[in-house]
């Protein structure tokens, strides 16, 4: 879903951008696998892509954990890629803190997005007492459950309950009963849709009233349809939204191609990547990766797609990148507002 609506969006933008003439005068080719999602096959279309193929860069990449395995890969053959929605901080730097010279991405990070939520419920929905339901398995749920803790008690806010399941648990009602008793203002559930949608549901058979919070991970319609009336008003951080300003000429072009929707946000990272990736090769005059990487490294003030890209050379992740408030309403994702943090 969300990588056949990145695919598509690039060969759009591609096309466009080949018949301008090209990139200094060549035209771009657009090569894709399917890495399933599994970070094996996603090590073996890397190879592939940089051995056989004769890539210069790769763009995509959505999981943390997928694009954490190809980074090793990308490392080795210096070639750069561009992460599109991979949020966990290991992706573009080793665990000693060192950057990893060839990766890159567009997105946020999991503790920008912790922080966004933390600081939205406690300036916008004015809430002063939170709680938390994670999953202990999942390190994406388990890091952002820590960072919209850090960030929420920082503001002053309380965290009076945390509790945690374990992966391919279904029922949650002993936990939440603990948090009920503690009657919350915010429930943060930083899940997949699913585990997101079947605590709703619970929550709310249990007369929980907290308002519900999530992270990016709640930007499918599979929240919509698994949570129903459940998930109703309920608030998540994403990387854009379809009513955001600044993509409805995206948006009116997608539809108008593929009649459909563009499956956000992993299209419009898609696409501010390849601009990076333009600007590179425009710097470095060459597509020789070790040049490239460098090039990338200082992109500055670059106009894209969702805004003005900048590079931190220290992490290679960008700096300043706002996010979406989107919420669930009438069953549908509405856009809140873009928010920066303070």
Same mark, same amino acid.
């Given at each position: 879903?969300?990588?056949?609506?990145?695919?598509?969006?690039?060969?759009?933008?591609?096309?466009?951008?080949?018949?301008?003439?090209?990139?200094?005068?060549?035209?771009?080719?657009?090569?894709?696998?399917?890495?399933?999602?599994?970070?094996?096959?996603?090590?073996?279309?890397?190879?592939?892509?940089?051995?056989?193929?004769?890539?210069?860069?790769?763009?995509?990449?959505?999981?943390?954990?997928?694009?954490?395995?190809?980074s090793s890969v990308?490392?080795?053959?210096?070639?750069?890629?561009?992460?599109?929605?991979?949020?966990?901080?290991?992706?573009?730097?080793?665990?000693?803190?060192?950057?990893?010279?060839?990766?890159?991405?567009?997105?946020?990070?999991d503790p920008f997005?912790?922080?966004? %939520? $933390?600081?939205? *419920?406690? #300036?916008?929905?004015?809430?002063? =007492?939170?709680?938390?339901?994670?999953?202990? +398995? /999942?390190?994406?749920?388990?890091?952002?459950?820590?960072?919209?803790?850090?960030?929420?008690?920082?503001?002053?806010?309380?965290?009076?309950?945390?509790?945690?399941?374990?992966?391919?648990?279904?029922?949650?009602?002993?936990?939440?009963?603990?948090?009920?008793?503690?009657?919350?203002?915010?429930?943060?559930?930083?899940?997949?849709?699913?585990?997101?949608?079947? %605590? $709703?549901?619970? *929550?709310? #058979?249990?007369?929980?009233?907290? =308002?519900?919070?999530?992270?990016?991970?709640? +930007? /499918?319609?599979?929240?919509?349809?698994?949570?129903?009336?459940?998930?109703?008003?309920?608030?998540?951080?994403?990387?854009?939204?379809?009513?955001?300003?600044?993509?409805?000429?995206?948006v009116k072009e997608?539809?108008?191609?593929?009649?459909?929707?563009?499956?956000?946000?992993?299209?419009?990272?898609?696409?501010?990547?390849?601009?990076?990736?333009?600007?590179?090769?425009?710097?470095?005059?060459?597509?020789?990766?070790?040049?490239?990487?460098?090039?990338?490294?200082?992109?500055?003030?670059?106009?894209?797609?969702?805004?003005?890209?900048?590079?931190?050379?220290?992490?290679?992740?960008?700096?300043?990148?706002?996010?979406?408030?989107?919420?669930?309403?009438?069953?549908?994702?509405?856009?809140?507002?873009?928010?920066?943090?303070?």
């Amino acid at each position: 879903m969300w990588g056949q609506s990145e695919k598509n969006a690039l060969e759009m933008e591609i096309e466009k951008i080949n018949a301008a003439g090209g990139v200094d005068g060549r035209p771009l080719q657009l090569i894709s696998y399917d890495n399933r999602a599994d970070s094996i096959e996603a090590v073996n279309v890397a190879k592939r892509l940089i051995d056989q193929d004769k890539v210069v860069a790769i763009i995509g990449l959505a999981q943390s954990g997928v694009a954490n395995a190809v980074s090793s890969v990308t490392e080795e053959k210096k070639i750069p890629f561009i992460g599109t929605t991979p949020t966990n901080p290991l992706v573009t730097v080793n665990e000693d803190g060192t950057v990893k010279k060839y990766a890159f991405r567009t997105c946020f990070i999991d503790p920008f997005q912790g922080t966004v %939520a $933390a600081q939205f *419920a406690y #300036d916008r929905l004015e809430a002063r =007492t939170a709680a938390i339901l994670y999953d202990v +398995g /999942s390190d994406y749920s388990s890091w952002l459950s820590n960072y919209f803790e850090e960030a929420f008690t920082k503001m002053g806010g309380e965290l009076v309950a945390k509790e945690a399941f374990r992966t391919g648990e279904l029922d949650y009602r002993a936990m939440l009963g603990k948090i009920k008793e503690k009657e919350p203002d915010v429930l943060f559930v930083p899940t997949a849709q699913k585990e997101a949608a079947l %605590a $709703a549901k619970q *929550a709310r #058979d249990l007369g929980i009233e907290a =308002t519900l919070m999530g992270g990016d991970n709640w +930007g /499918s319609p599979d929240l919509i349809t698994l949570g129903g009336s459940a998930i109703e008003g309920g608030y998540f951080v994403n990387l854009a939204s379809l009513e955001d300003p600044d993509i409805q000429g995206f948006v009116k072009e997608y539809r108008e191609r593929y009649n459909a929707d563009p499956v956000l946000p992993n299209p419009v990272m898609a696409i501010d990547g390849l601009y990076m990736l333009i600007d590179a090769i425009k710097r470095a005059g060459t597509t020789e990766g070790p040049a490239l990487a460098e090039a990338l490294e200082t992109t500055k003030d670059l106009p894209v797609l969702t805004g003005i890209l900048t590079i931190d050379p220290d992490t290679h992740n960008p700096l300043n990148k706002p996010a979406v408030i989107q919420q669930v309403k009438d069953g549908e994702f509405i856009y809140v507002e873009t928010y920066v943090t303070k």
